[in-house]
């Protein structure tokens, strides 16, 4: 099993292949395209800021490698939001895999929200393979200030400040806002399912 993972300037990368070591997997960091589009699977990590990141992916070349790719795809955090078409982090244009536009966090009402979101949250509302069903209602790990709305592509659901998107698919593409790889035994899971995708 050929596991790719899209080397750009993201800050998480590090972790993801820990995480798929401890699943004794020995994943591929690279920015060739070859490579990437000769994969089993590709994860596309993402720590960083929407803007710059776009410039890097759009200046490698790797924008339309991403957007193109046939094998199963999985965006994490700042990856699933380049996804999406547009992103109010630094009015930025993305990929587009899905026609979805990514928005910031505003607090609501009288309560004092943490803005970004840090820690442990709940996934909801959860259907895909790249699920179980006794996920439901399970907790995960987020770091993020912009959130992807509510859709038809959404595949599971957390409540911060308002309902939105923690997961979202098209076709070969798969996308969660939280890290996996920092989820503890359900993130684990996830990739499992993914990589058996």
């Not at 399970?138 to 409540?159: C, N, R």
């Not at 997961?167 to 399912?193: C, M, W």
Request: aromatic share 10%.
């Amino acid at each position: 099993m050929n596991i790719v993972i899209i080397k750009y300037n993201a800050g998480n990368t590090q972790s993801v292949i820990f995480g798929l070591n401890r699943l004794g997997i020995d994943p591929v960091l690279t920015d060739d395209p070859e490579e990437i589009m000769k994969a089993d699977k590709v994860i596309f990590p993402g720590v960083g800021e929407a803007s710059t990141t776009m410039k890097y992916l759009r200046d490698h070349k790797l924008d339309k490698v991403i957007v193109n790719l046939k094998q199963p795809v999985l965006g994490i955090c700042l990856g699933m939001q380049l996804m999406c078409a547009h992103s109010e982090e630094g009015d930025t244009s993305c990929l587009g895999i899905f026609d979805l536009n990514v928005r910031q966090f505003k607090a609501e009402g009288n309560r004092q929200y943490k803005i970004p979101q840090m820690g442990w949250n709940t996934l909801t509302s959860v259907h895909s393979p790249l699920f179980d069903a006794e996920m439901e209602n399970s907790h995960v790990y987020f770091v993020h200030g912009f959130y992807v709305p509510l859709s038809k592509y959404t595949i599971a659901t957390t409540e911060f400040i308002h309902p939105y998107s923690s997961a979202i698919a098209r076709d070969n593409f798969y996308a969660v806002q939280f890290h996996p790889e920092k989820s503890s035994a359900t993130g684990e899971q996830i990739l499992k399912n993914f990589i058996a995708l």
